[in-house]
């Protein structure tokens, strides 16, 4: 279990984050982003995951075929496969008819669309977006250097430990806290926070505080 109150908490940059990314953020009282690293193959920092008519789908951004070992920040997003317009399909088909469905899209459309050219980028304006409809006011700062830290410095850090095969219950930051679902008899944990912002709205932000382990 991290306790994160008071901590700067350090965390790569991953594609509309999961519930469990901005309970660490939530927590936390500084948030830095990994800006120095190389990009790691089959993680959140490409991919996210929605909850469809047909249960939970991983959408995932390709890349431009050469440069997936480089520095993050020259990762370049590949365009030619129309992702944008796949992505945005599946998230208006499996939210379209979400209670706050409406209110949000607006804000994302000219991010999803915008011109960014790099997965960075692009991952960093999504999430300063998501920042301004969760209410999160927390700045957002960038890392200069590699570094490694150890368990007695203030910053926290939860590189590469949010990951698609590992069970959020291992991090000891989430508790889900389950809200009402379009699809489905069960309630499905750890999504995107877009399933969280698109089903409950306003309340979003109080779910997740909900959904700390330490409060």
């Not at 075929?65 to 317009?85: E, P, S, T």
């Not at 960014?116 to 960038?142: D, R």
Request: some cysteine.
């Amino acid at each position: 279990m991290f306790d994160l109150q008071n901590k700067e908490v350090l965390l790569d940059l991953h594609y509309l984050p999961s519930v469990e990314y901005f309970a660490a953020i939530i927590q936390s009282e500084k948030l830095l982003i990994e800006a120095q690293e190389n990009f790691s193959k089959q993680t959140y920092r490409n991919r996210c995951r929605i909850l469809t008519s047909q249960g939970v789908r991983d959408l995932t951004i390709p890349m431009v075929a050469g440069n997936k070992r480089h520095h993050i920040q020259k990762i370049l997003l590949d365009d030619r496969q129309q992702w944008r317009k796949i992505h945005w399909r599946s998230i208006k088909t499996a939210y379209g008819k979400a209670p706050f469905f409406e209110h949000y899209i607006d804000f994302l459309e000219p991010v999803f669309f915008g011109e960014q050219t790099t997965l960075f980028e692009f991952n960093l304006s999504l999430l300063k977006v998501l920042f301004k409809l969760l209410g999160i006011k927390k700045e957002i700062s960038l890392t200069d250097e590699y570094a490694k830290y150890s368990d007695s410095d203030k910053i926290i850090d939860m590189r590469d430990r949010l990951q698609p095969k590992v069970d959020y219950d291992k991090n000891g930051i989430l508790v889900p806290f389950p809200y009402p679902q379009l699809f489905g008899n069960e309630f499905v944990s750890n999504l995107s926070v877009l399933d969280l912002l698109f089903c409950e709205g306003p309340n979003a932000r109080n779910v997740i505080q909900q959904s700390v382990k330490c409060k």
